[in-house]
């Protein structure tokens, strides 16, 4: 799991045939594919968005945004394993404003 701040950008739909081949020409970060599917909760206007893998919960905090892209930061003292605790919950529920 990547901690730390870094960049990321994001698309949802299918990507117009030019830009599915100008990403797959990007050098492989990683020597194999990786299979990870992440859930997300996501409240419209908060910076901080919540990242669910395997069994962990992840804070993710926007730091900034230069047009598309968005500078995030994932501090591991911030990636907790389930069962969350009942003060981590509230935690949870402050930050997204629920």
């Known amino acids: ?8 950008w994001r698309g949802f739909g299918d990507l117009p045939p030019a ?4 990403l797959e020409q990007l050098p492989l970060m990683f020597p194999s594919a990786q299979g990870v599917t992440d859930e997300y909760l996501w409240v419209p206007g908060r910076k901080v968005n919540v990242k669910l893998r395997f069994r962990d919960l992840k804070f993710k905090r926007l730091l900034r945004s230069e047009g598309h892209l968005e500078r995030w930061l994932e501090d591991e003292a911030e990636n907790v394993p389930f069962p969350l605790s009942t003060a981590l919950l509230r935690k949870l529920l402050e930050t997204l404003g629920v």
């Open 19 to 22: 830009t599915r081949s100008s």
């Open 1 to 8: 799991m990547a901690f730390g701040s870094h960049w990321e």
